[in-house]
C-alpha cells in the first residue's frame, strides 16, 4: 500500500499499527520519498506549513552526576565541558529577550543534573514569572527528575511545558544508563502529566537501538500522551563511551521522523540536537515529518544558531506562535 494511502486511513482515524510502523522502517530508499509525502499530508493536516522555532538556554552547565552515554556535561565523560552554577534571574530573562528577537515561539531552561534543589528551583520559577509578564513566549523547562509537588510549582509560576525525556527503550537504556532506571524516567513523566503541564517526551536516535526498537520507542511515547516529541540524533562526543558509535544513516533518520509523523500526527515533533551533522543539506526534508526545530542551544552538541531560521526562511513558512 502506498504511504499517501495509509497517511488517509490516519487522517480518517484509524492509529498505525506497529505492523505498518516497521514496515515503513525497514522501506527501501527508492521508498523514501514517497513515505515523506505521506508524512507531510498529516503534518499539512494539522500544522499546516508554518515552522516553530524554539531556543534551548543551558541554565546550569556541567557537573551531571549521572551517568548517560551520549552525554558531555557527565563527570563521568572525559569532554572538557566544564561546570557552570545556575543562571542568574535576570540573566535567564535576558535570554528569553534574545530567543524572542530570534523569533523562537518557545524559551527552554535546561540544567544539566540528576535534579535541581529547593533554592534552584525558585530562582526558575521566578524568571518564569517575569518572563511570562515581559514577553509572548511559550516556558519549557527540563531539569531532571521532578515530583509532583515541583511540577505544580512550575506551572503556578508561568511554565507551560516539561522536558524529559524517554530517550530509548528500557533494553537499550539499561546499557547507557546505571545511574538510574527507565522506571525513574517515567515517575517523572507521571508527575507532569499529573500536575497539568503539557509533557515534551522524545528521545535519541543512534545509540544501539534496531530499527525494531525505534518503532517501540515511538509507540511508547504515544502510551504517554507525548504533547511534544524532540528527536536528537546521535552526534558521537569525544570523551563519551558513544564516542565510537557509527552515526545513523541519514535516509534512516528520515525514514525514522516520517515513521514518527505516522504514529504521532497530532504531536509537535521537533527535530533536535545533531540534526546539522546527521542531516546536512538534507534537512529541509526533515519538515515533511517534523514541524519545529530547536535552532539554539543543544546541550550536547555544537549549534548552528541561525540554521532553523535559514530553513524556515528558505520554504517561506509563516512564524507561528502559542500561548
Same mark, same amino acid.
Given at each position: ?91 535567564? =530573562?535576558? /535570554? ?7 523569533? !523562537?515561539? %518557545?524559551?527552554?531552561? &535546561?540544567? @544539566?543534573? *540528576? $535534579? ?55 533494553? =537499550?537504556? /539499561? ?7 527507565? !522506571?525513574? %524516567?517515567?515517575?517523572? &513523566?507521571? @508527575?507532569? *502529566? $499529573? ?57 534512516? /533518520? ?70
Amino acid at each position: 500500500m502506498r504511504y499517501q494511502e495509509i497517511a488517509q486511513q490516519v487522517l480518517d482515524g484509524n492509529s498505525l499499527t506497529r505492523e505498518q510502523a516497521e514496515s515503513m522502517m525497514t522501506s527501501s530508499d527508492d521508498d523514501l520519498l514517497d513515505l515523506l509525502a505521506g508524512a507531510f499530508a498529516l503534518r499539512r493536516r494539522y500544522f499546516g506549513r508554518g515552522v516553530m522555532l524554539h531556543v534551548l538556554r543551558n541554565a546550569k552547565t556541567g557537573q551531571c552526576s549521572e551517568d548517560c552515554a551520549w552525554c558531555s556535561q557527565s563527570i563521568h565523560a572525559d569532554s572538557g565541558v566544564r561546570g557552570e552554577p545556575l543562571l542568574s534571574v535576570d540573566e535567564l =530573562v535576558a /535570554a528569553a529577550h534574545q530567543a524572542h528577537r530570534r523569533q !523562537a515561539v %518557545r524559551y527552554c531552561m &535546561v540544567t @544539566a543534573g *540528576k $535534579s535541581v534543589d529547593d533554592k534552584e528551583l525558585a530562582t526558575l520559577c521566578e524568571a518564569a514569572r517575569v518572563i511570562r509578564a515581559e514577553l509572548p513566549i511559550s516556558i519549557c523547562t527540563s531539569l531532571g527528575e521532578l515530583t509532583v509537588e515541583q511540577a505544580r510549582r512550575l506551572k503556578s509560576a508561568g511554565v507551560n511545558r516539561y522536558n524529559h525525556n524517554l530517550e530509548t527503550v528500557p533494553r =537499550v537504556f /539499561a546499557t547507557v544508563c546505571t545511574t538510574h532506571t527507565y !522506571a525513574d %524516567r517515567m515517575a517523572t &513523566v507521571r @508527575a507532569v *502529566k $499529573s500536575a497539568g503541564l503539557e509533557l515534551c517526551c522524545g528521545g535519541i536516535l543512534g545509540i544501539g537501538e534496531s530499527v525494531q526498537e525505534r518503532v517501540e520507542l515511538a509507540f511508547a511515547l504515544r502510551e504517554v500522551d507525548a504533547d511534544s516529541i524532540p528527536v536528537n540524533l546521535l552526534k558521537a562526543h569525544t570523551g563519551t563511551p558513544l564516542a565510537d558509535a557509527k552515526p545513523i544513516r541519514p535516509n534512516d /533518520a528520515l525514514r525514522a521522523l516520517a515513521m514518527f509523523r505516522f504514529v504521532h500526527p497530532r504531536a509537535e515533533i521537533r527535530l533536535a540536537g545533531g540534526r546539522e551533522a546527521i542531516l546536512g543539506p538534507l534537512q529541509a526534508l526533515s519538515l515533511y515529518a517534523v514541524n519545529s526545530f530547536f535552532t539554539e542551544g543543544y546541550l550536547a552538541v555544537e549549534d548552528s544558531p541561525d540554521g532553523g531560521v535559514l530553513i524556515r526562511e528558505r520554504l517561506g513558512a509563516a512564524r507561528e506562535v502559542d500561548d
